[in-house]
C-alpha cells in the first residue's frame, strides 16, 4: 500500500473513532430521558403530567369509563408496570386491584415503600370511616371515603404527593417540578376562589379555611361573599341544594360547594340498593323534594331509573376522572355545570 493510501486508511478510521465518540458522547434528547411513571387513573395521569411536564411519560391502567374499584389486573397492565419508574395510586384500599398488578409486574421499585411507589391520598383527610374496619359486610370503603381527588382543595395534597414521588425518582428535576407543582396550585386556587378574593385574603389563608370547612362562615361574617369568584362564585346555586347519588362517590365535592347528599341508592358503598331501602330513597325524595340523582357513568341505571320516575326526579352521569382530552380542570368543572343545570 502507498504511503498516501496509508494515510487515507488513518484519516478514514480517526473520522470513524471520531464519529462514533460524539454519538457516545452526546447528551441523549429528552424522549429518551424521560421517566416512565404508570398511575391507577386517569385524574393521577394528569396530576403527574402537570408537575412532570416533559420530564415524564405517563400510562393510566384503568379506562375512564371503569369502575375504579373493580378493574381486572390483567397481564398486559402488570407488563406496563414491569418498567415503571414511579407507580402512583390514590390508595386508601380504593384500587384493590393494583397490589395485584403490582404483585405480578416483577419490578421491585415500585413495591410499597419503595421510593417508585407514590400513594397519593397520604396525609388527606377523609370523612365517613367505619367504625369497624371490614370489608366482611361488603363496605368497600374500609378507610373512609376514597374518592378525595373529587375536592379541589385536597387535590393539592395529592400533587404534593406526587411531586415528591417524581423528586425521588429524578432529583435532577426537583427545582422544575416544584416550580410546576406551585404553578398548578396557583391555577387551582385561581379556578377555585378567583383573583379578587385571592388578593384580598391570600391564598394560603383561603386553603387553611376551606380545609376547615370554615370558608363560608368567615365569608359571610367578614361580607366578603361579593369578592368571590372562580367556580365558588359561579356554582353558588348549589348551595344548600339536596341530591341524592348513587355511590358515595361526590362527597367531597358535596361539602366543598355546599349541596347535601340526602340518601345514596347504595345501602351501603358497594351494596346494591333492597327494596325497602329504595323506598326509602322514594320517601326522602318526595319528602325533600329531590329532583337530581347523580351517579357515575359505569353503573347500572335501572334502579335510579325506576326511583327517577316514581318521584319525578332526573338521573344525570358523569365520569368518575377526566376522560380523553379533558384536563382536571375541564374534568371537575363539567361535572358542576351538570348539577347546577339539573338543581336550578
Ligand atoms: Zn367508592
Redesign the pocket.
Known amino acids: 500500500m502507498s504511503r498516501i493510501a496509508l494515510n487515507h486508511l488513518a484519516l478514514v478510521w480517526g473520522g470513524l473513532l471520531a464519529v462514533s465518540l460524539s454519538s457516545l458522547l452526546v447528551t441523549p434528547s429528552r424522549a429518551e430521558e424521560k421517566i416512565e411513571v404508570v398511575t391507577t387513573l386517569t385524574v393521577l395521569s394528569d396530576l403527574v403530567q402537570s408537575v412532570g411536564g416533559d420530564s415524564v411519560h405517563v400510562v393510566t391502567l384503568a379506562d375512564p369509563s371503569q369502575d ?2 373493580f378493574v381486572q389486573p390483567r397481564p398486559t397492565l402488570m407488563k406496563r408496570s414491569r418498567e415503571a419508574d414511579l407507580f402512583v395510586e390514590v390508595g386508601l384500599q ?1 384500587e384493590l386491584w393494583a397490589q395485584k398488578v403490582i404483585d405480578g409486574a416483577g419490578n421491585p421499585g415500585i413495591l410499597l415503600g419503595q421510593s417508585g411507589r407514590v400513594i397519593s391520598s397520604k396525609g388527606v383527610p377523609t370523612v365517613q370511616k367505619p367504625e369497624v374496619l371490614s370489608r366482611a359486610a361488603g363496605d ?2 374500609p378507610y373512609g ?3 378525595i381527588w373529587l375536592d379541589p382543595v385536597r387535590v393539592r395534597k395529592m400533587a404534593e404527593n406526587i411531586k415528591d414521588g417524581l423528586d425521588r425518582v429524578n432529583p435532577k428535576e426537583v427545582k422544575r417540578n416544584e416550580e410546576k407543582l406551585n404553578a398548578l396550585l396557583d391555577k387551582l386556587d385561581t379556578a377555585l376562589y378567583g383573583e379578587k378574593l385571592i388578593k384580598a385574603l391570600g391564598s394560603r389563608k383561603l386553603n387553611r379555611l376551606a380545609r376547615q370547612e370554615k370558608l363560608f362562615p368567615y365569608l359571610e361574617r367578614k361580607e366578603l361573599i361579593q369578592d368571590l369568584g372562580g367556580w365558588l362564585a359561579l356554582f353558588l346555586p348549589l348551595r344548600g341544594k339536596k341530591i341524592v347519588t348513587y ?3 361526590w362527597d367531597y365535592l358535596a361539602a366543598r360547594f355546599g349541596f347535601e347528599i340526602a340518601l345514596t341508592l347504595e345501602e351501603k ?2 351494596i346494591p340498593p333492597s327494596a325497602r331501602h329504595r323506598d326509602r330513597v322514594i320517601q326522602t325524595m318526595k319528602d325533600s323534594g329531590i329532583k337530581t340523582i347523580l351517579m357515575a357513568t359505569y353503573y347500572d341505571r335501572k334502579v335510579a331509573d325506576a326511583v327517577a320516575r316514581e318521584v319525578g326526579a332526573e338521573v344525570i352521569t358523569a365520569s368518575l376522572v377526566p376522560l380523553e382530552g379533558q384536563d382536571y380542570f375541564m374534568f371537575l368543572e363539567s361535572i358542576l355545570h351538570l348539577l347546577k343545570e339539573s338543581v336550578e
Open positions: 375504579p374499584h380504593l368497600i370503603h371515603n376514597p374518592h355511590h358515595k362517590t358503598p358497594g
